[in-house]
């Protein structure tokens, strides 16, 4: 690792306030939170090991010491302290300026959809969008990085135009678009909502083509290179060196997220003879599994264009 800082992405609680079908948190098996002083400890010993980064995973929010911890957090030392959430626990002005009082940096807000309706019956909570989008204002407007991650979904591939014209209106300045690993719990895998690959990619490039003619930093997440403009081929999801990412989850660690990530996305056979193999996302092992291979080709250049 040299003195490149470790990020330690840490799970402390697997309660969440929305109710999202396709959300990866369902196939967590059950599990309690993490202790305060447990939590406490793994930090100190992440920090002592070389982390400098800590990015708390979804969902934070319904765990009852996150002020304290984010707290504590800043003074081990961490530089990046981040969450990941839903953002309506910003939606109150009060708890946005305590959590950022008490040392937060960074906050990955989930948005899913441009219409109230639409990202309501998404989280299965009225009024969610409305506080979703009060949260990232006030972010915002305290001096926050704010990562907006779009997971695109049969039910928004109609409107992630006007999403993002959306989020351009609220200054937001960064966009990830996702496409979602399918998730399977209570026996069944929950598909209703998930795009095919081919559909997804199409509807997400022409808004990733829209956020940066807007101004905004695109990136994304397991889209194949195959599936993107070579304009769009960059950001953490391809950059990013995640042999240097601990996990400690509530069920499991892994003590270099490279190696638990290929697992989670393996090459198939056609992306062998691919020029870009080495730096392509690929997409997730358990799509591969249930829809096949045949949405993927191998490109012959970096340059070359879609085959769509």
């Known amino acids: 690792m040299g003195n490149i800082a470790k990020r330690l992405n840490i799970r402390l609680s697997g309660k969440c306030s929305c109710n999202c079908d396709h959300c990866t948190m369902r196939d967590l098996p059950p599990v309690k939170d993490l202790p305060f002083d447990v939590a406490v400890r793994i930090a100190g010993e992440q920090y002592a090991a070389g982390c400098r980064e800590i990015v708390i995973m979804r969902e934070a929010s319904q765990w009852a010491d996150l002020p304290e ?29 305590k959590m ?25 909570v009225p009024g969610a969008q409305l506080q979703v989008l009060s949260g990232i204002r006030n972010l915002l407007e305290l001096g926050i990085g704010v990562l907006v991650v779009v997971p695109v979904l049969k039910s928004n591939l109609g409107e992630l135009n006007m999403l993002v014209r959306l989020l351009a209106s609220l200054q937001v300045s960064n966009i990830q678009f996702n496409f979602p690993r399918p998730v399977f719990s209570e026996d069944r895998w929950r598909l209703d909502n998930l795009p095919r690959l081919a559909e997804a990619s199409v509807a997400a490039e022409a808004a990733m083509r829209l956020a940066a003619l807007l101004g905004m ?26 042999s240097r990412h601990v996990i400690v989850d509530l069920h499991i660690s892994h003590a270099d997220a490279g190696v638990q990530r290929r697992q989670g996305r393996p090459y198939a056979e056609i992306c062998q003879a691919c020029a870009v193999k080495s730096a392509c996302p690929v997409t997730w092992a358990a799509y591969q599994d249930l829809f096949g291979t045949s949405e993927l080709w191998a490109l012959k250049s970096a340059e070359e264009e879609l085959r769509r």
């Open 100 to 124: 950022v009082g008490c040392g937060l940096t960074h906050v990955e807000v989930n948005v899913f959809a441009a219409r109230k309706a639409s990202g309501d019956a998404v989280m299965r």
């Open 217 to 242: 930093s695109v990136s994304s997440e397991a889209f194949p290179f195959c599936h993107l403009a070579p304009q769009f081929r960059r950001g953490p999801d391809s950059d990013e060196d995640f």
């Open 69 to 97: 911890f984010i707290s504590v957090l800043r003074d081990i030392g961490y530089s990046l302290i981040q969450m990941q959430t839903n953002g309506r626990i910003f939606s109150e002005r009060d708890s946005a300026e």
